[in-house]
């Protein structure tokens, strides 16, 4: 390993808003089993408390990579907090050493395999998820895709009723993968768009109560928001749609230079029973082919 990471390592356990659990942590064998059990970490149903002291709502990025999204949307929303995670240390350490050297109180970090996520978070104690530019595990199994229904499961023993999932992602696979868990589950897709900065967002539903829709036009900022049917403005800035236009994560950057379509998909995972698995209604080899060979080199999934 050389001597930046390890400079990085050591520094990562300097910073108070950086968590980083061993896997002991929150893994327990079972009596007489080789099986590990996930338990629960001591911070879950505590954040609020003991790492922010205040309880505002709670808004998580997974595989938040080096935080810049994270970062971002703290500062743009001082009055929530947020909590990027990824397994990732070096990339960690350049967000929490941000954070730390500006003070600011509302943003932490957690090391962890998002698969133990829910052994971090208790019940009702997130009010949204930001999943951006996950890895798209296109030739791996179905369950390690961050948007699947076992990792719905995950978050649903965590999101609040209404809590919303934001999908934001170079992948159409990916993109229509969760299209389609959403589908075959009757979940409730709040917003989405192919290609969100030449088209807009197709579709953004007024679910959280009464407020101002906003006309079709440009957007506060330069971004072309022009095929945008309407833009619902919740009744705080939980839901603040334009940030999904005004904020980019360092992948969405790097893609956006290359002229990739950046897709988003935002939707409630409220349901009864456990979700279903797309199968037929996802034609995974359609959209494996449509991915084309660029996959190859824009995620690497091995780079610390
Ligand atoms: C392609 S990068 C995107 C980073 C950032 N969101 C961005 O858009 O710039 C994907 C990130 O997800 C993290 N990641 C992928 N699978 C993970 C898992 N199962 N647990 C924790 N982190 C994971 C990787 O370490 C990597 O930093």
Redesign the pocket.
């Known amino acids: 390993m050389g001597h930046g990471k390890l400079r990085k390592f050591a520094e990562n356990e300097t910073f108070r808003c950086l968590l980083q659990p061993d896997a002991s942590q929150v893994l327990d064998k079972e009596p007489g089993s080789r099986e590990l059990k996930l338990r629960d970490h001591a911070i879950k149903g505590r954040w609020g408390r003991d790492m922010f002291g205040n309880d505002h709502p709670i808004v998580l990025?997974l595989?938040?990579?080096?935080g810049?999204?994270t970062i971002a949307l703290a500062l743009r929303h001082p009055e929530i907090n947020y909590i990027g995670?990824?397994?990732?240390g070096a990339?960690l350490w350049k967000g929490a050493k941000y954070a730390t050297e500006n003070a600011l109180p509302n943003v932490a970090f957690l090391r962890?395999?998002?698969?133990f996520i829910d052994a971090f978070f208790g019940p009702g104690e997130v009010s949204q998820i930001w999943l951006?530019?996950?890895?798209p595990q296109l030739h791996g199994s179905e369950n390690s895709r961050l948007s699947s229904p076992l990792f719905l499961e995950r978050y649903r023993h965590f999101l609040q009723p209404g809590g919303i999932i934001h999908l934001k992602t170079d992948s159409r696979f990916l993109y229509e993968y969760t299209s389609a868990v959403c589908n075959v589950n009757g979940l409730q897709v709040l917003a989405s768009g192919i290609d969100i900065y030449r088209l807009g967002l197709d579709q953004v539903q007024p679910i959280l109560g009464p407020g101002p829709i906003l006309p079709p036009g440009p957007g506060p900022s330069s971004m072309p928001c022009s095929s945008l049917k309407a833009l619902f403005v919740g009744p705080g800035p939980e839901y603040d749609v334009q940030a999904v236009f005004e904020v980019q994560?360092?992948?969405?950057k790097m893609f956006l230079e290359m002229g990739l379509p950046i897709t988003y998909l935002a939707f409630c995972i409220d349901h009864d029973g456990p979700y279903a698995f797309p199968g037929e209604a996802f034609d995974a080899d359609f959209w494996l082919e449509a991915e084309g060979p660029r996959r190859s080199f824009s995620?690497q999934?091995n780079k610390k």
């Open positions: 990025e595989g938040c990579g080096k810049d999204y995670v990824d397994i990732k990339r962890t395999r998002i698969e951006t530019f996950s890895d994560t360092f992948y969405e995620h999934p």
